[in-house]
Every structure is written in structure tokens, then in C-alpha cells.
């Protein structure tokens, strides 16, 4: 089995035999970092095992080195995830949140991506849409078989390095956060507001329609294309606070046909963590 598209319906996905697929479960609140397990414990998609964003998907320790606050983990730490919730070489992944993939589930996904995991995709609409159509939930904790996993990252997918962003020719760099962040008029979690000089904003929010799913692929498409202007989606970069909501409009790209954007996963939060580096406001 392989998904054709980046997204699953729910539908589709309580289709599938319990075997054939790894649902995870990305749930997950910034201001309650525990909360989601606790969620996620209360009631889950059957089957489903938990990624915590800080401590699966995230290595805070290298918070120190200026890459964000939301670090990527390292090869060997997401290969010891990964053998943990039983994944093996072949077997589907299926990631969910509760904001139709806006904060974890599109993280994950893309973490999958840059492993070479291509049989990844993300629940359109998340959890509320399972509970919508009326689909069964499980509590407590799934424990699956470990197994033995060992992944590597595809360094030309990502930027890690904030000066290289400066360096990268002919590239289009596109902030996900909500606009006020951006212009620099609001700025409730990083040292300082505004945004990288020559960054376009792509508020991530503006992919989803009002039920919570991803808007068709042929509106995005035309939205994305808007933004892009001459630019070929392979010379985008995207970026957001911590470099996990920028996954978001990464993924929107990947459903609206237009393959090969990449990530600068310190964002906003590494780029600032250098006084030195310019801030620009406004729009």
C-alpha cells in the first residue's frame, strides 16, 4: 500500500486493516506540553501510539546551539522513536493532531520525508474530523512490538545553518506565522518580533477551510502560485517561529502539486537567537 496524496481522509483511513498502517497521534499544546498525552490517553484513534512534540519530534537540549526552539532530533534519536512505536521499513504512517496538522502532525510527516519514508501522509481535518463522522476511539496507551529502525536525514531538504539562508540564490523564503507576528506588532513567545528582510508571509491558517481540512488543491495551487510569482517551488524556503507550522505550508505545497520547497527548521526563533542578524517590520 502507498498514499497518492500527502492527505487521508477518515474515512479512508478507518478503512484500512489495523496492521497495513501506523497511525500516530501529534496532539499537542504549547502552553500545556503535557496535555496532549493526557488527551491522547483519554481517547484516540484505535491503534494509534503518541509523539510528543518536544521529547519525539524535537530535541530541546540543542536549543543552546541556535537552532530554535524547536530543534530537529538527531538521526539516531528519531531511528530509537521510530523502533519504539513497532515502525519498520515498507509500513505506512499516518499522523494526526487536533488542528487539522498545524502543529505536529505535519512536523511529523515531513520528518518522515526527509528520512526517506515517502508512505506518509496526514489526516485531513485531525482528530475532530475522526470524532465527526462518527468513528471509534480507544483510551489508555497503545504499546506496540519495538522494532528496529535506522533512518537518515536528507540534508539538501532543510537548512540548519541561519546563514546560509542569506546565501541560498535565487530562493523565496515564506513565513508561516499569523501576519501581526510577522510585521513585527505582536510578538508573544521569541526575543523580538518582525521577520528575516526579503521573507514573504504565508500565513499557515490561510491552507485550511472553515471545517478544519485543507482547502482543495486546485485553490491552493492558485494561491501558492500567487505568492511564488517566477519562482519554481524548489527555490522556496519555508519558515515560521520554530520551524514547525512552516511543515504546514510545506505540506499544503506537496497537496497542491508543487514538489520540492524546502525548510530553514531554526526559523524565526534560531534566526533571532544572533542579536547581530537584521529584523525587518511591516508588511
Known sequence: MSFTTPLI??????????GDVLVVDCRFDLAAPEQGERDYCAGHIPGAVYASLDTDLSD???????????????ETSFSATL???GWRPGLPVVSYDAAGGALAAARLWWLLRIAGVRDAAVLDGGYPAWLAAGLPVEEGETLR???RASVRFDPDQYLLDSEQVRDVPNRLLLDARAAPRYRGEVEPIDRVGGHVPGALNRPFAENLAADGRFKPAVELRRAFLAVLGAHAPGEVVHMCGSGVTACHNLLAMEHAGLSGSRLYAPSWSGWVSDPARPVAKGG
Open 9 to 18: 481522509q477518515a474515512g479512508e483511513l478507518a478503512a484500512l486493516p489495523p
Open 60 to 74: 530541546l537540549s540543542r536549543q543552546s546551539e541556535g537552532l530554535g526552539r524547536h530543534p530537529l532530533p538527531l
Open 83 to 85: 523502533s519504539r512505536w
Open 145 to 147: 512490538e519495538p522494532g
